[in-house]
């Protein structure tokens, strides 16, 4: 048995998560980052991939985004289920 949680976050701590105007709305810019990775992939991505992408999107913004979960998990795929 293993520890089955996952932690995303915007940006780290010292630093602030942007709202924005991205594509004609406000809007917070990890939670577009993630959609658009997502959308991206066609949802077929692990959590590691998940957070990368995001984090590329995010070019211009001065955070980066957090994955926290067991290093097992991070190959897991997003939203899969547990064994």
Request: hydrophobic share 40%; proline share 5%.
């Amino acid at each position: 048995p293993f520890e089955k949680h996952f932690l995303l976050a915007a940006c780290e701590d010292k630093q602030t998560a942007a709202d924005a105007r991205i594509e004609g709305e406000f809007r917070g810019a990890f939670t577009w980052a993630l959609s658009k990775a997502v959308k991206e992939a066609n949802g077929d991505l692990t959590y590691d991939d998940l957070i990368s992408r995001a984090g590329g999107n995010l070019t211009g913004y001065d955070q980066r985004p957090q994955l926290e979960c067991p290093t097992v998990l991070r190959a897991h795929k997003f939203l899969a289920p547990l064994g």
